[in-house]
């Protein structure tokens, strides 16, 4: 073999050596600085991995929420949302008047003697059996009547409490249904008027009525009953539909 093409293959080894030798602290480096950094979801460029915020797009870095169950359901679908509600149980006061004078009726039919009534009004020709067995049917109605006045007052506490509210940036959703649940929606583009309703017990109590004037063909006129805070509502309500015109392009014509 020549002298000079010994010469060269000795260079080359030295070179692989050296090559080799400075592999490794050089992999070494970029395996520590790549758990140090991290690429930006929304421009790809290399960041620190504990930046917030990425220094080329400038946009906000906010970790993925990790699964738990039915509650990562339940926060995803309430994001956006600006209002929860359901009607006040003040919006069943006067049906609460009306029923527990009809139950104290009732009740009185039940504990009151009506047979010494009976007694004093019957005729000559009733005897006492007869007198007794008036009276017994009449408590047994008043129970009866008294026990349909209480599952009356109960259905209607159910039925209210089943009415749900949601306001979104984009629509109105409610929800209502004892037995079965229906859902309806309304967008918010589509509301060109509302009204707020609040006689003088309202004021008292804290509640009041927002009535929509919508051009939703299924509810024309829809209106959030007896809301606790209805002032907030409206004033929330007003700003989300003015919103929603200017994001959909939307003019209303009257």
């Given amino acids: ?20 030798a400075g592999f490794l602290p050089i992999q070494l480096i970029m395996e520590i600085v790549e758990q140090q ?18 220094r080329f797009c400038n946009e906000f ?12 359901k339940d926060q995803e679908e309430s994001e956006g949302v600006f209002f929860k509600g359901r009607p006040s149980m003040w919006a069943l006061a006067g049906f609460f008047v009306r029923t527990i004078v009809l139950l104290a009726t009732a009740l009185t039919l039940v504990f009151y003697p009506v047979e010494n009534l009976l007694g004093q009004y019957a005729g000559p020709d009733i005897s006492e059996s007869q007198i007794l067995t008036a009276a017994y049917y009449i408590r047994l109605t008043g ?13 209607k506490i159910v039925r209210l409490k089943s ?4 306001v979104t940036s984009d629509r109105i959703e409610w929800a209502r249904g004892i037995f079965s649940r229906k859902i309806d929606n309304i967008d918010m583009f589509r509301v060109i008027d509302l009204r707020l309703h609040r006689s003088l017990l309202d004021c008292i109590l804290g509640i009041g009525t927002v ?3 919508t051009k939703d063909q299924t509810d024309p006129e ?3 009953e007896k809301i606790r805070k209805p ?20 003019i209303h014509i009257e």
Avoid at 63 to 71: A, C, E, L
Avoid at 163 to 166: G, I, K, L, P
């Fill in 1 to 20: 073999m020549q002298p000079g093409f010994e010469a060269v293959i000795r260079v080359g080894r030295h070179v692989k050596f050296f090559v080799f």
């Fill in 37 to 54: 950094t991290k690429r930006c979801r929304f421009c790809a460029e290399i960041i620190q991995a504990e930046a917030i915020k990425c």
């Fill in 61 to 72: 870095l906010t970790p993925p929420r990790q699964s738990r169950g039915g509650d990562d």
């Fill in 143 to 155: 129970k009866a009547l008294a026990v349909l006045f209480i599952l009356l007052m109960l259905l």
């Fill in 163 to 166: 009415t749900r509210y949601e």
């Fill in 211 to 213: 009535t929509l004037i």
């Fill in 222 to 224: 829809f209106s959030f």
């Fill in 231 to 250: 002032r907030g509502l409206y004033d929330l309500l007003k700003k989300a539909s003015l919103d929603a015109d200017r994001k959909q392009n939307v």
